[in-house]
């Protein structure tokens, strides 16, 4: 899925999934032999960005499920996953904006792709983030209609759902007393690790006619070895902003799958505790401090972007080796670095050089020496690529490079850059620190934990 001057352009490529936009005849055995050069990977990009080169991981056709909207780096071995490896969300199935019910694995080294999961209530899935600890992933599923079936997901390793968080399963049992999250267009997916806690986050877009609940961001607490209290795993809940833009602030009515906007993208300082969130629907990404902590909407700021540089700002992520944010810029296809402090742009890179609102999913990793790894999604072919600084390929395979996620610790090494912090999670694309970078390249498999 695309967006096209205000409006998503459905259906870029027909019948194909996940990073996935290639013809049948470049298939062999569910493998993708994917092509080794992007669209766009001739721009050398400007400043922090210029260094990178990039290269096409995979192509893959899967379920007729379409456009990669957000990515996630598995951060350890465990179930159906593997430390290294890429998971994608797919938002549509064909043409039909919203429908999609797959997420795909993909290793990066060979191109070899498969189902994770897929089907219901897996549906209009629209973020993904991975929990450092367990390898639970946590799905945000806007839905096929106007936001108003919406709901948030915990997926095992092994591939199979263990709680689905809608309007319905957060009000099964009585008794439970604290606040209770609504479900109103959830859009994007974001993790934080604090003093312990790993939550999960979704931003909402509104749903219906006129745009109910939207504009907000929710923390879910998962507490799987808690107390009884009526909520999946054991959750509580806090709205950490409200008043964000969202649909009825753009005037983007009714909700629909093709037009959904609001707190997109999700990631977390974990030293200062921010949370920042890229929006969609005025190009703007706002800091929450004290994101893991805060029990009712907290005071936020803006990041001070200049007017022009964000354009449909969708996923976003923490550079692990300087701690600048990195967005994607589905209106411009490009990549921009940002200094999260003064707003100064440190670099940009167009990422493909066809249509426009091509570009959603973003996830950072690094490789064997350290140097930062990105990955993005393409919607105009359905693809995974990756950046990578040059002398840095790592193991060669059909990708050309094997790579070290960043860890799953709260705590950890990288160092820091002009006193922005580097030991971070990645929110909504991969969680991530450095003090247990070894546990995210073993591949060995972990023993269960109590899942969450």
């Given at each position: 899925m695309s967006r096209n001057s205000g409006a998503r352009r459905w259906g870029a490529s027909v019948g194909v999934l996940a990073f996935a936009g290639v013809s049948a005849g470049m298939l062999l055995g569910g493998v993708a032999q994917a092509a080794t050069t992007p669209t766009g990977a001739g721009n050398t990009g400007t400043g922090t960005l210029a260094p990178f080169t990039a290269s096409r991981v995979s192509s893959v056709a899967m379920n007729g499920d379409t456009d990669p909207y957000s990515i996630a780096v598995v951060p350890l071995s465990a179930g159906k996953l593997v430390a290294g490896n890429v998971l994608s969300v797919n938002f549509n199935h064909g043409n039909t904006a919203g429908a999609g019910t797959s997420i795909v694995q993909v290793d990066p080294a060979?191109?070899?792709?498969?189902?994770?999961?897929?089907?219901?209530?897996?549906?209009?899935?629209?973020?993904?983030?991975?929990?450092?600890?367990?390898?639970?992933?946590?799905?945000?599923?806007?839905?096929?209609?106007?936001?108003?079936?919406?709901?948030?997901?915990?997926?095992?390793?092994?591939?199979?759902?263990?709680?689905?968080?809608?309007?319905?399963?957060?009000n099964a049992k009585p008794g439970y007393s604290g606040v209770k999250p609504t479900f109103d267009g959830v859009w994007g997916e974001g993790v934080s690790k604090h003093a312990g806690q790993v939550s999960f986050y979704y931003g909402t877009t509104g749903s219906g006619a006129n745009g109910t609940g939207g504009g907000q961001v929710w923390r879910i607490d998962p507490h799987p070895t808690g107390t009884a209290n009526g909520q999946p795993v054991n959750s509580t809940y806090a709205t950490i902003a409200t008043g964000l833009a969202d649909n009825a602030s753009s005037k983007a009515l009714p909700v629909t799958p093709g037009n959904a906007a609001g707190p997109q993208g999700f990631a977390y300082n974990d030293t200062t505790g921010v949370m920042y969130v890229s929006n969609d629907a005025d190009n703007t990404i706002t800091a929450i401090p004290d994101a893991a902590t805060a029990t009712a909407p907290t005071h936020t700021r803006r990041v001070p972007v200049a007017a022009g540089v964000l354009n449909t700002p969708e996923n976003i992520a923490l550079n692990p080796v300087n701690g600048d944010l990195l967005v994607v810029n589905a209106a411009t296809n490009t990549l921009t670095e940002i200094n999260p402090a003064t707003g100064a742009v440190l670099g940009s890179r167009v990422l493909d050089t066809g249509a426009h609102n091509a570009l959603f999913g973003l996830a950072v990793s690094t490789d064997a020496h350290g140097s930062p790894v990105i990955y993005y999604s393409n919607d105009n072919d359905n693809t995974l690529n990756v950046l990578r600084t040059s002398g840095t390929t790592g193991t060669s395979g059909a990708t050309g490079s094997t790579v070290t996620p960043t860890g799953g610790a709260a705590t950890g090494g990288g160092g820091s850059a002009g006193g922005r912090d580097t030991t971070l999670l990645i929110v909504g694309v991969v969680a991530a620190t450095g003090a247990v970078a070894a546990a995210g390249a073993w591949r060995g498999r972990r023993p269960a934990r109590n899942q969450a």
């Open positions: 060979t191109g070899a792709s498969s189902v994770f999961a897929s089907g219901l209530p897996i549906s209009g899935p629209v973020g993904i983030a991975i929990n450092p600890v367990n390898d639970g992933v946590w799905i945000g599923g806007f839905g096929a209609t106007d936001g108003s079936t919406s709901n948030d997901m915990l997926i095992l390793p092994d591939g199979t759902v263990k709680a689905n968080y809608n309007t319905t399963t957060v």
